[in-house]
């Protein structure tokens, strides 16, 4: 039998880094999309790095540039 609990990394979170935290809320807006899709993504593991609270989640703003620029994409250039 396998175990498919995911393996939640130790990382440290400083005071200050809890201060600038996002809630899924302010993820959203950020990135303009639904809570739904955030959710999605957690479930997928294919989101930005999240903190667990409690029962709440947030995100360090470092995670979530770290994850866009993951996606970046540079386009071809024309050949001249």
Do not use: K
């Not at 899924?24 to 899709?37: A, G, H, I, W, Y």
């Not at 957690?42 to 989101?47: L, S, T, W």
């Not at 409690?54 to 540079?74: F, I, Q």
Request: proline share 6%; with cysteine; charged share 20%.
């Amino acid at each position: 039998m396998t175990d498919n609990t995911p393996q939640r990394a130790a990382i440290t979170v400083t005071a200050h880094a809890v201060r600038n935290l996002m809630t899924t809320d302010q993820l959203c807006e950020f990135l303009q999309v639904s809570p739904r899709t955030v959710a999605t993504w957690r479930a997928q593991h294919a989101g930005p790095a999240y903190v667990r609270l409690g029962n709440s989640v947030r995100y360090r703003p470092d995670d979530v540039d770290a994850w866009l620029s993951r996606g970046l994409v540079t386009p071809l250039r024309d050949a001249a």
